[in-house]
């Protein structure tokens, strides 16, 4: 299966993005996906963001907890990250993924100060 991210893009501190994750074939089997992140510094590790199952139940990194919401629609093959309440600290490559299965290229957000 093949995922491709989009929605990202340059917004200012506060704002909001909703990024898009397009599976190539059906994710209704597909039982844990999920969102990460890497941010600009060197040496950045990928951190998790955000995952869900598919009976919709969620986990949240306390980072970005109470400000971003994952959510799936089985019947279109896509994965949701909703982003609001933007921080700086948020800018980096965002990538969708299925757990030792594999992952999209990602879309950049950048939060500007």
């Known amino acids: 299966v093949q995922l491709v991210e989009s929605g990202g893009g340059l917004v200012q501190a506060g704002g909001s993005l909703r990024l898009s994750c397009v599976a190539s074939e059906s994710i209704s089997s597909i039982r844990i996906m999920g969102w990460g992140r890497q941010g600009p510094s060197p040496g950045k590790q990928r951190e998790q963001v955000?995952?869900?199952?598919?009976?919709?139940?969620?986990r949240i990194a306390n980072a970005v907890k109470g400000r971003f919401t994952i959510s799936r629609d089985n019947e279109k093959n896509t994965l949701y990250l909703q982003m609001n309440s933007l921080r700086p600290e948020d800018t980096g490559n965002y990538f969708c993924?299925?757990?030792?299965?594999?992952w999209g290229q990602g879309t950049q957000v950048t939060v500007s100060s």
């Open positions: 955000a995952i869900i199952n598919n009976n919709g139940t969620t």
């Open positions: 993924y299925i757990p030792d299965k594999t």
